[in-house]
């Protein structure tokens, strides 16, 4: 009782609730996996330790855990009968310290039956990496674009494809970076249309809507 | 010379540039409207105050302009051709002050060839009103949702729907809405997913993205 | 000597003081205690965490700890004589992350002689499960509301209520929720009138506000 | 239909709905003024200009204006019938230049049914002042404080009575002051239980509050 | 006797002292410029209104003002006699509303003796613009790369070119750009090195700082 | 009735009350300075408008008026027979365009009866100018050192001199000068000991202070 | 050479330069302790851990350690023939847990040769406290009042006495206290003439300050 | 494939990518840096902890490390080579503290191939340090300066020499310092023109930098 879960939400949203596993203890997090397990369909905790991932993993061994993007999850098993000529969902980052995030995304896309694209380590410093994707980029149904520092990949990208990109602040970076502020300004400011934005750190939140998206 | 219009951009990403009208003239406005006007398709001009549009529309007749949302526009004539059976880009705000960002919006969609529908003054402070459109709200492709001060009406709205949706924090409001940050912050931290932010006051923005959205 | 105890205020306010327990070793916790305890009344101390609780309670069997609102207490004798008819005060909360919060405030009225109702994990992204104790809601004098993120919950709590809110932000969430701001400023831009805030994460200010109305 | 009336709300809140006037014309005020009649009771709209003030009471003179508080408002007729007895609203303020906020404050409560009693110009740096009024000060049912500058009045009344204190920041001030930052941080670190906070220059809310407490 | 003109700068930092305008009445710069102008050499007063200039430029015909930038001056006569062989000052801007500030950075550089190239309205929303600049830029000394909004420009210049960027955020913008902040912020933690920011606005610090560099 | 003066304070402080003129009408300040008047002494108000002063100085020709400071006040008439060894206040300012704030700071000393030595436009950027000041500056009490953008002054004379420095942020600047918050900070962290602070363009604060010092 | 000691200063300014101990080892503090003893009188070293401490006292017994204010001193030998009519310096403060900070300013300004009387935990929400101390409070040369959270106390001190006051904002508090912010804010807006503010935790610059005063 | 090394980049640039330690594990650095070796030239990466340093040396010993600077390089082998004529970099830094982000600064340089010349210590608080360093001062080409709390020296420094300087605000100090706001607002806002900014403790940014300057 100390967690209402919200069985609605499968049916209004078409998407299974998501457990925000900060500050639960993996008894808590174990639980409402189980409750939700009766209702069917793909899994997903967010922000789980290794330690608490271990334990709940121990109890119910059908779980798979990402260390890197710190989830605990079970894929949607219609993912595996999608359509082929689906476009996907492309996760790009600009470095490799934003891994982490750009890792929940892509699971996140996943575990709701997405196909996943990932081009990571293309930030703006060395743009030839970036153009000589272009090709690559035209088959995506939207983008979760992430970076940290100075938050320009977005842009960018948005200047270069035709469908919308949703772009992730991370708190990767020093002084003032201020912990992803730099990085979230910047893309709310940016100056190419067709860009939205999520919290910092919020890989998610970006490939839960990346999947809205793709499933149109 | 003052400006390099980027004939690329409607190959590029489907829409045609849009032109942010402020810090510039009414001659500068009207000579980059005549430059794209010969590329052809629909035409957009934001932050126009009505001094400078008087000017413009003197010089080009066939273009309109909205007060409330300042913008001068010329919709997109492929829009009535539209099949009847496309899902609606849905536009709520708020409170009556935060209608020049809504409007902006909904211009904005219908520009891009949407059909837009309006739902305005339908604050979380008597849900009543939102909770009465349930039935409305489930025939749209993606909801444009708009709110000043505490910004709360996104998360509530993505509470009940199954599709993205854009939230627009505004200005509107006094002493700790500082502008339109507590808004913003509030997105961005909301508790529902599904939900992206665009800048403060950038109705366009949301408008342009739900558009490509619903395009899909 | 390193504190002056307040004996003025129990006549003053009709409350006794309240120690704030950071900062304080066990030792200087439980002379303050016993230096009240002459005094007679209630007790109750904020903010000890469980270790100085344990050596504190060593000293002074008389008293409980709650562990997850981490206060020692005692509560009010007149507390069981209290008149059945009697308003309830009601802390909600909107995650289960925010229980912390929420039972300080709880455990403060209590410790005041209040009689308390909670409602927990009604946050506003499954609106049914907060619309669902409309009835419930009806019985209080005054609600504390508790949400971290973006602090939605008070707006449209006190949407539904004839009563007092008094709205406390905490400091759950992560990236743009800046330890709290972002939820205190939604709660102090609340469009919906009723609604006053206390500092971020005052579980014990929210409880003695609310306690003081109910007592009126 | 630029704006939906909120019949239910004098139903659900006890208090009938208030009209935020800013960035509305007055047109738009006296329409939902003339609609609101029909409900009846007591009417108020804040944060009207004296132009558009006149221009409303042109058309709706049972109405009154107040300049500093730049409301327009009609009392609660019940007031009159009120048991003597009853506690009154006390509001109070720091500087001489606090005070179109109070008057925003004293109105509202008045116009809400309540007796209201004032003392303008109390600051701390000559506490005698509000050391004299300690006898007025135990006749009251809640206190508006308001304060700008540094905003320390709030946390010395509630230092020395035993009702509740709704504190109420200024915009007051220059430089650190911050637009009423200041005042608003010292308010909701107040080390004097019993106080809560609405925003910056936001009497009315403050009001409102006092009087649902008065009320009781 | 308001002011100290620095008659030792010219000697010391080998460019003489420059006019700060903005808060002088039109008098003063006159008297300033004309002390000077017995020291010699070419001559420059930024922020200045095109009423106080007009008012200078009737008593000192000798001078130039430039209405974008703001500026009087009166370029170094040494200018033209500079070597062909030398190396440009490039002056790059992200849209047109960064003109005045670019101007102010073109015009000083200008001053000071360099040639002065200019690449305006080439931001990174539409990348091809800049990439076709590439055997152009290869010819500066030093960049002056002027941005607005998400500001990020220079860190994508700063990945093409081998030379010296001078960053210059500017208050173009609205909401979360806040007056410049989001483009600072972006350019302080440009991913690329070779990048160095001065404040917001400040086309004549650039414009200096990338002299001094083309001149060693 | 709209303020109570406070006359204790003369008593209590050794000053006199001075009137906050921002905010009040000429008729107001007026009404104030003569019923302080009654009291005797000097007299002051600040942060009067020319056009308010004008106003009141028709009523009450004894007053003088600063335009520059924006003061109305009336010297201490003792100020002539002070002994003439007793040490000076000394109000240095940065640049040019400190000058209102050093004058209020100034003018607030000699009305409070102080001897004070001006040196203006001694910033940092030519040091010479403060170190040719050396042997005068050995005669102060106190200082009073005011500079706005990076505030580094009061950090330098402190360096130099034996006695207290009471450091004067002021708004001039643009950008990343926030309105006076970047010379704030520098002077809050002053590595030189012996510096306080105090508000921004406060220069009525640093005048008393710099008094109370000098009349030691 | 990792530090160059700055012996010209205890000529310069009459007081022995002081360490900052954050940041340095124990053998680096000892060296410049050791190099300082040469040239004689007080010694002191602030915010030295007590690790560090114990390391330094063994090589150097001749010093003490005070484990609240963090600092190794040795007080001026001169304190003792100190006239016994001199005035003293007062060091108050709101909150038992503002006392290191408060033992900081404390031990500076005995070691710097004064006289201190201390009067902790009288903060404003118990006003008597302060009130009954009136009498002592007549006799200081200066004050230094320190406090957390609100930092109202410095205001009434001021508003109370005839001599300076130097506020010190404490980092003590949580939530919107901000690690001080909100304290430091309050102190700068003070409405009470006669008090200047240090940084945030900075009792060594305001026990230095008052001693600059008390020698006067 | 965690990371693309930009190998265009040492042509493209002139010096070679440098390697971002921060959040990489030992056996990425140690990859990466093979990677580069194979391309030949001076090696650098940087925020290495003394842990990874140990593991990455152990297989690849020709590189050094410094503990202070917490780099990984390997010096340019032309440095050597170098005409004896060239102008140095120059380092300064304000405080001892400011030491680590000092030597960043140096061994860029020194790994870019440059003369560095170190004067630490040398802060505004005692200028007789700085100023008793003119001449050496005029040899440099460009000059770091770095400094922590109020971050005043870049803008002396500025006024005395004829050369770009590169401010590097650190995060030295405490409370109102906010982690190296305070100077990095007091370099942004520099009085002196020739200064520009780089990130809060980035020491690379600036070395790199000052090295572009002085190879021209
Ligand atoms: N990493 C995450 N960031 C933001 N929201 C999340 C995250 N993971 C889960 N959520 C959302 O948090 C809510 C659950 O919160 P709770 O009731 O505290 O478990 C659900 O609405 C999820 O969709
Ligand atoms: N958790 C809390 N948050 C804010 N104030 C508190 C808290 N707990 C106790 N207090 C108040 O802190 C004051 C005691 O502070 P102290 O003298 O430091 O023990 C009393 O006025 C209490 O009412
Ligand atoms: N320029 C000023 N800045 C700050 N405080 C001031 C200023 N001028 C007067 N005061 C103080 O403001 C108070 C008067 O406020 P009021 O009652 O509004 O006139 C007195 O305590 C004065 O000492
Ligand atoms: N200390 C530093 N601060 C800022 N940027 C750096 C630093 N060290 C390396 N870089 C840059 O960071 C980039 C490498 O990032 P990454 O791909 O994550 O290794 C390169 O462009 C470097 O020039
Ligand atoms: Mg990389
Ligand atoms: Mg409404
Ligand atoms: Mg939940
Ligand atoms: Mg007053
Ligand atoms: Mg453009
Ligand atoms: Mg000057
Ligand atoms: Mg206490
Ligand atoms: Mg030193």
Redo the contacts between chains.
């Keep these: 009782s100390?967690?209402?879960v919200?069985h609605?939400?499968s049916l209004?949203?078409?998407?299974p609730e998501?457990i925000?596993g900060?500050?639960?203890s993996a008894e808590?997090i174990l639980k409402i996996l189980q409750a939700m397990d009766r209702a069917g369909g793909p899994l997903l905790a967010t922000r789980v330790s290794s330690e608490k991932a271990e334990e709940v993993l121990k109890h119910f061994p059908d779980l798979s855990y990402d260390a890197a993007a710190r989830v605990i999850y079970r894929k949607d098993p219609r993912g595996c009968e999608r359509p082929p000529a689906r476009r996907s969902v492309q996760v790009l980052c600009?470095?490799?310290?934003d891994?982490p995030v750009a890792e929940e995304a892509a699971i996140t896309a996943e575990v709701l039956g997405q196909k996943v694209e990932r081009f990571?380590?293309?930030?703006?410093?060395?743009?030839?990496?970036l153009?000589s994707l272009r090709e690559e980029l035209d088959r995506a149904?939207a983008y979760v674009v992430v970076a940290g520092?100075?938050?320009?990949l977005p842009?960018?990208v948005?200047?270069?494809?035709?469908?919308?990109v949703?772009a992730v602040?991370t708190?990767?970076?020093?002084?003032?970076?201020?912990?992803?502020?730099?990085?979230?300004?910047?893309?709310?400011?940016?100056?190419?249309?067709?860009?939205?934005?999520?919290?910092?750190?919020?890989g998610?939140?970006?490939g839960?809507?990346a999947s809205?998206?793709a499933d149109?």
């Design positions: 100390f967690a209402k919200d609605h939400r209004r949203r078409g998407y998501v925000y900060e500050g639960k808590q600009a470095g490799s310290s891994l990571y380590d293309v930030g703006v410093a060395g743009l030839h990496r153009l149904a520092m100075e938050g320009a842009s960018v948005a200047g270069l494809v035709a469908r919308p949703i602040p708190s990767v970076g020093y002084g003032a970076s201020f912990g992803g502020i730099a990085a979230l300004l910047g893309m709310l400011n940016s100056c190419a249309p067709g860009v939205a934005v999520v919290n910092i750190d919020n998610f939140g970006a839960y809507l809205m998206i149109m």
